[in-house]
């Protein structure tokens, strides 16, 4: 073995003692590691070491591939040693898993551990098995095992002396300990190792002492002790770094909403909404995700369970928006549990036909039914991928009849090829359209919120209002139209009133294409519901853009009468001895939509949008 310089090893001790207290940044340790490493003869004894410690600044540094590398050169090089070094070989394992563990392995990262930990034993090195240890109880903090996690804990903190470690990481231990008791409900013990920590720990470890606050305020929150809880919680807040305080602010949201929680009852639910409502406003998603997760656990705690799992889906699209891959884990594992599998309908089997991506993860929470129709049931449902809610709708394709089920899935395949392209607030836009090799066929579009324009006619609404919104759908079914999509199936119970940015109303259609096969399968042909079908429609003729102007004009006539029989009782809407008879201008307009003839119907739909619009502001102005 070649001589090595005498300082190698002292300028390696200085490098790990820097890496280990966080004295410098990873960008400064990397040009002195390579000068060591440059420094060092291919079979020096010191080279698993220094390559083990460049895998420790590049994982700091978030390049996880180089440090990966690094430490799998250390490792062969530690393996190949006359005896193995088990004491790199332990270090080795447990960085290896800390990079699996900041990436959600949790399984590579146990694994990693289990050897680790062996060859820390075999060298006797106390220090490196409680590090191990260490690593292992963070494991069970994040999968939230804090029984196994206060197990650990316990058991270094009570071998505090032999361990030998920094008081730093000493004190870290007791916080950790702290976090899993306070979790499991042990608030007593969790005060104790608080006040040892408050007594022990140095002025100038601002960051531990800002864990410190939080646990005190969540020991003191679980005691019902709340006013000192907020006082914890103002030192606490005091102390938050001016920069790169993400997590830390993250940290302080999320016992802040918890005490909220504990408090308990409707008037935290309330607290905590107007809570989002503020971080909303103020663009802060990862505070808006800790909050919404507070809030869906008090909202469990009372037992509305639905508007706990919108809560979920909330803090699921604010953890995306600001990138928190942990967060987002957290969060799906959060839904997936509380939903049961009752409630979860999994794509991973389904065929893509259009839409989405044939690749990704589709699985859905389902809410509750929005309907109940012969083909299948639509539920409300929130989309793990995006946190999105959405219509889920799935249908049995083998009740047409058996070998039928390729030529209806291709009718539906055509009708929704450029539905599917539609992305306008006028219509509930298609996500995703796919079919299961048994036969069912699965419809994802994107939920809209409000009551149908059934409901808003059963309401009383005046024709005025009602006026304004057919203005808006016959404008909507302009552009279905333009793009050669014909409904089929238009009537007041597949429009949604929804609500726009300004507080508006705007009607959006739902339900495109579907009627295709919600009819019965002797009626397939028949893509309508009675009273809104245009005579060409009842007799099994072709189906074109008409048919949605004849179900329109039926929707004009409803506001003045009820659903129309025929054309010709038309003329009792605006001969009725009433001050609120039907116009004879929206007559007139209205007999021009029924016409039997399809090739004589009214075909333009701008001009039937400014006509009722024109009618609805005279309304309102005289």
């Known amino acids: ?140 903090l994040d999968a939230q095992r804090f029984d196994r996690a206060a197990l650990l804990l316990r058991q270094l903190v009570a071998q505090r002396d032999n361990t030998k470690l920094p008081p730093s990481q000493a004190m870290r231990i007791r916080i950790g300990l702290s976090q899993a008791l306070n979790r499991l409900g042990a608030h007593d013990e969790a005060f104790r190792h608080v006040a040892v920590l408050r007594a022990e720990m140095p002025e100038d470890e601002k960051g531990l002492q800002f864990s410190t606050r939080l646990e005190e305020a969540q020991a003191l929150g679980g005691l019902h002790r709340f006013d000192e809880a907020e006082r914890a919680l103002l030192e606490a807040e005091v102390l938050l770094p001016e920069k790169n305080s993400a997590i830390e602010r993250s940290e302080f949201l999320q016992a802040v909403t918890e005490l909220h929680e504990v408090q308990g009852g409707p008037p935290a639910v309330k607290s905590l909404e107007h809570l989002i409502g503020e971080y909303a406003k103020q663009k802060e998603p990862v505070h808006e995700a800790v909050a919404c997760r507070a809030l869906a656990s008090a909202l469990f705690k009372l037992g509305r369970n639905a508007g706990a799992r919108e809560a979920q889906a909330w803090a699921l699209r604010a953890a995306l928006q600001s990138n928190l891959a942990d967060v987002v884990d957290d969060i799906r594992t959060d839904m997936l549990k509380s939903a049961g599998a009752g409630r979860i309908e999994d794509l991973a089997h389904a065929t893509r036909l259009i839409g989405g991506d044939a690749a990704r993860e589709r699985r859905f929470v389902l809410l509750g039914q929005l309907g109940k129709g012969r083909a299948g049931d639509v539920h409300r449902a929130i989309d793990l991928a995006d946190g999105q809610l959405v219509a889920f709708k799935k249908i049995d394709l083998g009740q047409f009849g058996e070998g039928r089920g390729p030529e209806i899935t291709s009718a539906i395949e055509m009708a929704y090829g450029s539905a599917g392209e539609i992305d306008n607030s006028r219509f509930a836009r298609l996500i995703d359209l796919r079919m299961e090799p048994g036969g069912a066929l699965y419809v994802v579009q994107r939920f809209v919120e409000g009551p149908t324009l059934d ?168």
């Open 455 to 622: 409901q808003v006619y059963g309401s009383g609404a005046t024709p005025a209002r009602l006026l304004e919104l057919l203005a808006g759908v016959a404008e909507a079914l302009v552009a279905l139209h333009a793009r050669n999509i014909v409904h089929r199936d238009l009537m007041p119970e597949n429009v949604i009133v929804a609500r726009d940015a300004q507080g508006g109303e705007t009607p959006a259609i739902v339900d495109l294409g579907i009627a295709l096969v919600a009819s019965r399968p002797e009626e397939r042909q028949l893509f309508g519901t009675p009273h809104y079908m245009a005579p060409e429609q009842v007799a099994g003729g072709s189906v074109d853009a008409p048919v949605d102007v004849y179900a329109l004009g039926q929707m004009i006539a409803e506001i003045w009468g009820g659903k129309l029989t025929s054309h010709s009782a038309l003329g009792k809407l605006w001969q009725k001895d009433a001050p609120d008879a039907m116009p004879r201008d929206i007559g007139d307009l209205v007999g021009d939509m029924l016409e039997p003839d399809p090739a004589r119907r009214l075909s333009d739909l701008s001009s039937v949008a400014h006509a009722l619009r024109a009618q609805s502001q005279h309304m309102l102005s005289g």
């Open 1 to 140: 073995m070649t001589a090595e310089p005498q300082d190698a090893k002292s300028a390696l001790d200085a490098v790990e003692e820097d890496v280990e207290l966080g004295r410098s940044e990873p960008d400064e340790l990397l040009p002195r590691l390579a000068t060591i490493l440059l420094s060092l003869q291919t079979d020096s004894p010191h080279r698993p070491r220094a390559h083990r410690l460049l895998g420790v600044v590049d994982h700091r540094m978030k390049l996880a591939s180089d440090a990966f590398r690094e430490l799998h050169e250390a490792k062969t090089l530690a393996e190949t040693e006359s005896p193995p070094n088990y004491c790199e070989l332990a270090k080795i394992g447990r960085e290896t898993a800390a990079i699996y563990a900041a990436g959600g392995d949790d399984r590579r990262a146990s694994a990693e551990l289990l050897p680790a930990l062996a060859f820390a034993s075999l060298e006797g090195d106390q220090r490196e098995v409680a590090k191990i240890i260490i690593e292992l109880a963070d494991i069970e």
